[in-house]
């Protein structure tokens, strides 16, 4: 095995959960020993979707949340000093939007101070190359490109030239675990959107909004989302495409093996290609 990180980048819709997942059974099938995570889980190397506070924060929420107890705790990692819930995914038959609302103001996301973000990460980062398994392949979705690049452009509106170097800064610190990146190019993005919008509808709107709708809502909220018009379907429409573009630049610039594979929604072809990609 040459490499120790498989990052899985595409913009939504291009199946990364699923080819993360498909692949984790294939190198296993092979007898490499496999961890994989997705976007929002308790995770090594990403704080979206997570709460980002201290001890005493962490048990304020708790007091708070009292009917919710048992699944904050489930769903709590610690690093050191630092305690991160992974929110959106506590499930409770009372429990609301208003309390997912609530929790999101706890993310190191939307952060006005971009130094406070960068210490976060790289505090984050050093963690997980002080604790990870040795001769393990991990394998990491949307979690490197994706999540980064949405602070960046949404909420301190970068341009292109100080993203990637942001970015080159960012995978340096895991460059001697040689990561190799996936990248799922999407050829026809309005179609993949709207496909996307019909699979993810919720199940109980009471509870849960549908993914089109707490995206929308999450361009708009950021702090240069309206100022860039990335405004309702058309804005993540328009964002989408300003993103695929320049994460094409990120990754001839971060000097790390990438593939990129174009999806034309033939799923298939896409993971029979993956598959005879030396890992």
């Given at each position: 095995m040459k490499h120790q990180i498989l990052f899985i980048e595409g913009l939504p819709g291009s199946g990364k959960t699923t080819y993360a997942r498909k692949l984790k059974a294939h190198y296993e099938s092979k007898g490499i020993k496999v961890i994989q995570y997705s976007e929002g889980d308790l995770h090594p190397i990403s704080l979206a979707w997570c709460t980002y506070t201290d001890k005493e924060t962490y048990e304020a929420i708790?007091?708070?949340?009292?009917?919710?107890?048992?699944?904050?705790?489930?769903?709590?990692?610690?690093?050191?000093?630092?305690?991160?819930?992974?929110?959106?995914?506590?499930?409770?038959?009372?429990?609301?939007?208003?309390?997912?609302?609530?929790?999101?103001?706890?993310?190191?996301?939307?952060?006005?101070?971009?130094?406070t973000f960068k210490k976060a990460y790289q505090k984050k980062y050093t963690y997980f190359l002080n604790h990870h398994e040795e001769h393990v392949l991990y394998i990491f979705e949307c979690v490197f490109l994706q999540n980064h690049i949405n602070e960046l452009i949404l909420n301190q509106n970068m341009n292109p030239n100080e993203i990637i170097a942001y970015f080159v800064k960012l995978m340096s610190p895991l460059l001697d675990m040689n990561?190799?990146?996936?990248?799922?190019?999407?050829?026809?993005?309005?179609?993949?959107?709207?496909?996307?919008?019909?699979?993810r509808r919720t199940d109980d709107p009471s509870k849960y909004r549908d993914w089109i709708d707490e995206v929308?809502?999450?361009?708009?909220?950021?702090?240069?989302?309206?100022?860039?018009?990335?405004?309702?379907?058309?804005?993540?429409?328009?964002?989408?495409?300003?993103?695929?573009?320049?994460?094409?630049?990120?990754?001839k610039s971060i000097k790390i093996d990438y593939h990129v594979f174009h999806l034309d929604h033939d799923y298939d072809k896409v993971f029979e290609k993956m598959k005879s990609v030396n890992i």
């Open positions: 708790i007091k708070k949340y009292p009917l919710f107890k048992d699944e904050i705790i489930k769903h709590t990692r610690i690093e050191d000093d630092v305690y991160m819930i992974a929110y959106t995914k506590i499930r409770h038959e009372k429990i609301t939007n208003a309390f997912y609302d609530d929790l999101k103001r706890y993310e190191i996301y939307r952060e006005d101070n971009l130094e990561p190799m990146m996936f990248y799922i190019y999407q050829d026809h993005i309005e179609q993949t959107l709207d496909k996307t919008i019909e699979e929308v809502l999450y361009l708009e909220r950021t702090k240069f989302g309206k100022e860039l018009g990335f405004l309702g379907k058309e804005g993540m429409l328009a964002y989408e495409e300003y993103r695929q573009h320049i994460e094409q630049e990120i990754m």
